[in-house]
């Protein structure tokens, strides 16, 4: 079983950045893909961003392509979600989960942690 803690999220105006971690516990957290979920108010929850467990393989929903990156350090268990170039429609609670399959569908996905809010003002 794989807990996960995010944090990061916060008020940032548009075109700042900010960086989401996500730490797992569990000594098998580099035999997982992890991905970023995110869900704004009144809105489905929605996939942000997916790595492979080795983190060769990552890819993007289009609306973040090239402002956000995702990466991993497995041996600090950790994933983390770099956004750049924010704007007020990425404002969402950002959620990350694990699996060892990589996918984009949340239904794949177990694991999940209990979200950060990340809020973009104009």
């Known amino acids: 079983q794989v807990q996960l803690v995010e944090s990061g999220g916060g008020l940032v105006q548009a075109g700042g950045s900010l960086r989401l971690s996500c730490a797992a516990s569990?000594?098998?957290?580099?035999?997982?893909?992890m991905v970023w979920f995110r869900q704004a108010p009144g809105k489905e929850r929605e996939f942000v961003a997916a790595?492979?467990?080795?983190?060769?393989?990552?890819f993007y929903a289009d609306s973040v392509k090239g402002r956000f990156t995702i990466s991993r350090d497995n041996a600090k268990n950790t994933v983390y979600l770099q956004l750049n170039s924010l704007k007020p429609e990425d404002t969402a609670v950002y959620y990350c989960?694990?699996?060892?399959?990589?996918?984009?569908?949340?239904?794949?996905?177990?694991?999940w942690g209990q979200g950060t809010q990340v809020t973009v003002s104009s």
């Open positions: 989960a694990a699996d060892h399959v990589l996918s984009s569908w949340q239904s794949n996905y177990d694991y």
């Open positions: 569990g000594r098998t957290f580099s035999s997982y893909a």
């Open positions: 790595i492979s467990w080795s983190g060769d393989h990552t």
